[in-house]
């Protein structure tokens, strides 16, 4: 993607039930007053989920010619499975409607991206795991994880300085379906877990309503239940991922996700499942939560022109 001052970038981040996007310019500097978000729902119909791809980069585009600038490149962190090379979603658990549908092709002739404007697609927790590597939390580090908490349960690593994918493009290393207890991991640590255990441990059903952020405020607040539910799930991860931290000589495990930003309520927990994890050197929360993955598609480009 060329990388000429007038040249720029277009990238989106989705989510569970938002696409979140910014414009960069050539020179891979956010341009204030760009970023924005469409709904997106991953259990919508096939219809709806098109079509705000079609309006967020209708919407990219118009607003970079607004200011004189020409997108040259799109770049869209998406979770997976998912065919990176072609676009293609292969989730069976979310984007169920989109499944074997290819969104690149659905850019090329539904929006002004066209035939020829370049664009990348890229496993969002390793976008978010890249873009932490480069210019936050984990920079300085050989070898580095980050656990994404939200709706699920991502994890991705750099080992000697590159981040590891798998022959599809996806974290080389996946723990959300490592078998735990009477279930998988991701039972024991998602916003489904958290507001499981609230509720076991009230003795009392969540309303629907609730939310992992309100439990973040209740903790803070000084809540019990909401404290101990974060200390549960810390521990929790921190105990399932000791082996594979001291494997992997991990150096530097970050939390990313919408739900890292009660970090202060899960961080005791975390350590205390960790101990005897001698290797690292540093446990903290991503320094970019809401914008590590727009970090990591730049450097990604950065990196395939390099390599071109």
């Known amino acids: 993607m060329d990388s000429t001052p007038n040249n720029g970038k277009l990238l989106f981040d989705v989510g569970g039930t938002f696409l979140k996007a910014v414009i960069a310019d050539g020179a891979g500097e956010f341009l204030p007053g ?12 096939r219809e709806a989920i098109e079509q705000a791809l079609v309006t967020a980069a209708e ?3 118009r607003s970079a010619a607004e200011r004189e600038l020409r997108i ?3 770049g869209i962190a998406f979770p997976g499975p998912f065919d990176f090379e072609h676009g293609i979603p292969l989730m069976s658990h979310k984007f169920r409607s989109v499944y074997g549908i290819s969104l690149l092709d659905l850019l090329r002739t539904r929006t002004a991206v066209g035939p020829s404007m370049p664009v990348l697609f890229m496993h969002d927790v390793n976008a978010a ?3 932490e590597m480069r210019c936050g939390n984990a920079r300085g580090f050989a070898n580095a994880a980050l656990i994404s908490l939200g709706t699920g349960l991502g994890f991705a690593c750099c080992l000697d300085g590159r981040v590891q994918y798998s022959p599809t493009g996806s974290p080389r290393i996946t723990i959300y379906k490592t078998p735990f207890r009477d279930g998988i991991l991701e039972d ?5 877990a958290f507001l499981r255990i609230y509720g076991e441990i009230t003795g009392r059903g969540t309303e629907p309503s609730l939310t992992v952020a309100d439990l973040g405020r209740m903790a803070g607040e000084g809540d019990p239940a909401a404290r101990e539910t974060f200390a549960t799930v810390g521990r929790t991860l921190g105990e399932a991922l000791r082996a594979r931290i001291l494997e992997e000589r991990i150096e530097c495990l ?7 930003r009660s970090y202060i309520h899960l961080e005791p927990g975390l350590r205390k499942g960790l101990h005897g994890a001698e290797c690292l050197r540093r446990i903290a929360p991503a320094a970019h939560i809401g914008h590590a993955a727009f970090y990591g598609l730049l450097a990604r480009i950065d990196d395939l ?3 071109a």
């Open 254 to 260: 970050l939390l990313g996700g919408q739900i890292s």
């Open 129 to 131: 795991m890249l873009g």
């Open 72 to 74: 040259g490149g799109l």
């Open 188 to 192: 024991y640590a998602s916003k489904r």
């Open 34 to 45: 760009t970023e924005y978000s469409v709904p997106m729902p991953s259990d919508g119909p």
């Open 59 to 61: 919407q990219g585009i």
């Open 305 to 307: 022109q390099t390599e």
